[in-house]
């Protein structure tokens, strides 16, 4: 390990300082309050730009850790600080790459919340600046670390259920996540305009009055969050290229729209996209809210089907020979053997310590985000897109 590796800890096992960067429902907070004492961490800061959260997390920290952190509005301030080894990053969509690029150049390393990017331009920065940097990042598509899919990557690779021919998942709800995420605790508390930097809040967007709804609920705002097919979908997404070993779409296609709750937000309710995948096979990913009924997620092969049971952590996830004919397919039920869970913000930070890439590095988050930036891309203007390996872009064919 490399002087410029670490600043300012003592060596492979002096306690790393972390940030927090975003305070708000998500609960990076709680993950590493959760294993600070397992990775000898001190969250030597808290930031958030909602003076109630920020108070509120650092409240948190002093409770389980008997410390006061240092209470920062502007992100800036923290990458500053040269006590500061890692960040971790749970803002609203729209300024992850900001902050991601910025925390590589000023040398920290970085837990980064999904989806990665909106769009292919800031996708490509962010890539860049994060291997020219040799930082660690890892991105918070924590599905592939629950021992249910570590154990199905197994099951696939070793032919499980023979070659893969189509993976689709169903996740539908009555109420939409951008009206609900975080329970009535959350909902109930409303922001007032004395109360957030709502400058820092739009970051690169343009200005406008304060607005309560935006700041809170950005999730429902196409500015802030493209909607299920990016939020939701990137959780599929990844886990199915974790367990498959499948790269990059080369085309998609999407259909949406607002067909149930049509009110202030900008989002779609409900959407389809479809995927095609170099190494041979289809994906389908369905999301409709207004009627909660019939998720599922599912892996099709030529040997039988494995049903990853809504990609729950509980499991078991199961195989059978459903579909498929004799004599290749499996002959009786089974549940899929699991592998030893591996806790998604433990793994950063050992990373960290280390210097050896996580389980979601970004390669994987630079993967799973061409996927979903084609499919916003395919709805918003209707047409089929593909992407060019050589160009790294994302167009209309």
């Known amino acids: 390990i490399t002087a410029s590796a670490w600043q300012n800890t003592s060596g492979a096992n002096g306690r790393i300082r972390v940030a927090n960067i975003g305070c708000g429902r998500r609960g990076l907070l709680r993950e590493l309050i959760q294993v600070k004492d397992a990775t000898n961490i ?28 240092a209470q920062v509005v502007d992100y800036r301030d923290v990458l500053a600080r040269k006590d500061i080894d890692a960040v971790v990053i749970g803002t609203p969509d729209h300024q992850h790459c900001t902050m991601l690029i910025a925390a590589v150049e000023a040398g920290k390393d970085v837990y980064i919340e999904k989806p990665m990017a909106m769009n292919m331009k800031e996708l490509v920065r962010a890539y860049d600046a994060v291997k020219r940097s040799g930082r660690i990042v890892q991105v918070g598509t924590q599905i592939r670390s629950y021992r249910t899919t570590r154990g199905a990557r197994q099951f696939v690779a070793s032919g499980g259920i023979g070659k893969i021919l189509k993976a689709e998942q169903v996740r539908n709800s009555y109420m939409p996540y951008w009206m609900s995420y975080g329970g009535a605790a959350y909902m109930d508390q409303k922001p007032t305009e004395a109360d957030v930097d709502w400058k820092a809040f739009l970051m690169q967007r343009p200005a406008r009055p304060f607005n309560a709804s935006q700041y809170q609920n950005w999730y429902g705002y196409r500015e802030f969050s493209s909607g299920p097919h990016t939020n939701l979908m990137v959780h599929f997404i990844d886990t199915m290229h974790f367990i498959t070993g499948a790269s990059i779409p080369q085309r998609v296609t999407a259909l949406g729209g607002t067909y149930r709750w049509k009110n202030e937000f900008t989002v779609p309710d409900s959407v389809e996209v479809a995927l095609e995948y170099p190494e041979g096979f289809l994906v389908r990913y369905c999301t409709m809210m207004g009627n909660g009924a019939n998720n599922y997620a599912k892996f099709f092969g030529t040997r039988g089907t494995l049903d990853a049971k809504s990609l729950s952590p509980k499991g078991p996830w199961t195989a059978s020979g459903q579909g498929a004919g004799d004599p290749d397919k499996l002959q009786q039920d089974m549940n899929v053997p699991e592998a030893e869970t591996v806790h998604h913000m433990q793994n950063f930070l050992e990373s960290v310590r280390s210097r050896t890439q996580p389980i979601a590095p970004i390669e994987a988050g630079y993967a799973h985000s061409v996927a979903v930036i084609m499919a916003d891309q395919a709805l918003t203007t209707g047409r089929r897109m593909v992407y060019d390996p050589e160009k790294r872009e994302v167009r209309a064919g």
Do not use: M, S
């Open 42 to 69: 001190e969250i030597a800061a808290v930031c958030d730009t909602w003076k109630q959260k920020l108070e509120k997390a650092a409240a948190d920290v002093k409770e389980h850790t008997g410390k006061d952190p």
